[in-house]
Each structure stands twice: as structure tokens, then as C-alpha cells.
């Protein structure tokens, strides 16, 4: 069982930046990769980014060049560094992890992160 907790969203005009927050804890040592997703009302969770235990990283094509995914193992942390927000960015930030197993995936109840133009 893995608890996950966002934080480090809120309001930012476009152009800035924002870094959120994923803690985990629990059988944290059993997670085998972590991701960013988002969604905005009426629409699907989107694929933000995703780091494996070896820290290999990947990024949804709407996000690259822009955003990074770390993770700080002493902290049992992930984080996402977005820069050069744009409205499109808004939306309710969740992260997601993946544990061995484990059926289904963990989740965090979400921040909000609003971009204004």
C-alpha cells in the first residue's frame, strides 16, 4: 500500500513557473515508477510524465522541453519543474504509482494549478 499527496500548485501568470510535489509513503520501496498526469473538467486524465526506479523519464509531447521529473529517494519525493507555463497548462495535477505486486496503481488526491494569460 503507497499513500501519495500533492502539493505546490496555484496561481501563475503565463511565462512563469511552478515545481509540484509528490510525497509517497508506505511500501515505498515497492514502487517501480512514478507519473505526472492532469486533467481539466470533462476530459480525460492526460499523461504528463513518468520516472522508473532507475530514473529513466519520459514526457507526453505536450509538456516536452518544458517540464522535468525528478524524484529525491532520501526525501520519498517526486517532483515536477514546469516552466514556461501556458494556460493550456491549467488543470488538476495528480501523480500515480506504480507498485510490484500490487493490482491497480496508487493515486493522490491532486493540486490545482491555474495558469493565467
Known amino acids: 500500500q503507497v499513500q501519495l499527496v500533492e502539493s505546490g500548485g496555484g496561481l501563475v501568470q503565463a511565462g512563469g513557473s511552478l515545481r509540484l510535489s509528490c510525497l509517497a509513503s508506505?511500501?515505498?520501496?515497492?514502487?517501480?515508477?512514478m507519473d505526472w498526469y492532469r486533467q481539466t473538467p470533462g476530459n480525460q486524465r492526460e499523461f504528463v510524465a513518468t520516472?522508473?526506479?532507475?530514473?529513466?523519464?519520459t514526457y507526453g509531447n505536450s509538456v516536452k522541453g518544458r517540464f522535468t521529473v525528478s524524484r529525491d529517494a532520501a526525501k520519498n519525493t517526486m517532483y515536477l519543474q514546469m516552466n514556461s507555463l501556458k494556460p493550456e497548462d491549467t488543470a488538476v495535477y495528480y501523480c500515480?504509482?506504480?507498485?510490484?505486486?500490487?493490482?491497480?496503481?496508487?493515486w493522490g488526491q491532486g493540486t490545482q494549478v491555474t495558469v493565467s494569460s
Open positions: 500515480k504509482a506504480y507498485v510490484d505486486g500490487a493490482t491497480g496503481a496508487s
Open positions: 508506505g511500501s515505498i520501496i515497492r514502487i517501480r515508477a
Open positions: 520516472i522508473t526506479r532507475d530514473g529513466s523519464t
